[in-house]
């Protein structure tokens, strides 16, 4: 039998988690509070925060901030960080989730829309590492939790700049880990397969039959076993076997395939007089 999951460290005691008011977010905000841990949840919908932490704070008796903040803007990082300084709280574990998806070929993507991905997948995980884990140094402990993701481990048509920004992010998640270890702070990067939430237009993506078929996994097995590694102090972790077949499977397929894939693909737009 697996052992339960339990807090690692009695002295760290808050934790903040961006994306916090559905899907992989939500859900690890809910483990957090089930362990006992005082909460700050960020996010982008005043409504849905709110409803979120009233839930998770009556549902686990924890004291639970909420911070409405559009993260994919470029002065977010160092405003949730002041705003955070500002309410006298520290933070010991850092979970940078919120997200987005959209799907296409890069040069039909809108500008507003690439930026806010660079933004928020790029620039404000990184500057909240910067700003929360310099304070983490200091103190000598602490964990930061990555949310990247198993499209990290190839470049796939249609996905190119999530893609990207999800590899940006593993990469970014080693190096600090290596940096942050001899403080005795723990990174951890946290790169799901496919799992069902929000992040999917259903009009595109059958999340409901994919969960049914068990090719999606549900935010919240994914949350927890993201969690597990986390505290044991793991430098990556891809939840579910069926997601880490996956990852070594896209890892192995020949390029040719891949172009072949998006020749065929009937997603994606095809070129003026092909086949
Ligand atoms: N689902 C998957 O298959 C999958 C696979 C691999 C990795 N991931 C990653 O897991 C993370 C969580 O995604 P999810 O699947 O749980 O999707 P989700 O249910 O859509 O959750 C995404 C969260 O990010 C928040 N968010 C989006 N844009 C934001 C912004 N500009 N400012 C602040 N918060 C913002 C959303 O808040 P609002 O709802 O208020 O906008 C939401 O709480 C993402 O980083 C995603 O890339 C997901």
Redesign the pocket.
Known sequence: MRKQLRRADERLRVALV?????????ALATRLGSLGYELIL????AA?LAATAQEIGAAHAVVVHTIV????RPEAAEELYQVVRDKGLQIDILVS?????FFGEAVDASPERAK?MLQ?HVVTPSLLCTCFGRDMRERGRGHILI?S??SAWRDFPGISYYGAS?KYLRGFARALRSEMAVYGVKVTCLA????A???YDTDVVPVKRAQRLGIMMD?GTVAESGLRAMFAGRAEHIPGLLARIMTLFSVLVPQWAIDLLRRRAPWLPKRKGAP
Request: glycine share 14%; aromatic share 6%; hydrophobic share 40%.
């Open positions: 961006t994306g916090a008011c559905s899907g992989i977010g939500r960020v996010s982008n919908r849905e903040s559009d993260l994919a989730n919120a997200g987005f998806f806010a928020l949310v993701s198993i999800k799901p397969g496919p799992t939430t929000n992040l935010a």
